[in-house]
């Protein structure tokens, strides 16, 4: 039982971190564009 859901656990924890670093990944152009231009960012606020 305790196994089963350490199994459960791990594979959640795995997917979790996929997906923040897939966020983060598609985040970072965005990052890039508002560094490159900051008129771009005034206009976004």
């Known amino acids: 039982m305790a196994k089963r859901a350490a199994k459960i656990f791990q594979r959640s924890c795995k ?3 996929r997906r923040s670093a ?11 564009i508002i560094r490159s231009d900051p008129c771009i960012t ?4």
């Open 15 to 17: 997917t979790n971190i």
């Open 22 to 32: 897939s966020t983060l990944q598609s985040l970072i152009p965005v990052f890039k």
């Open 42 to 45: 005034l206009r976004a606020q």
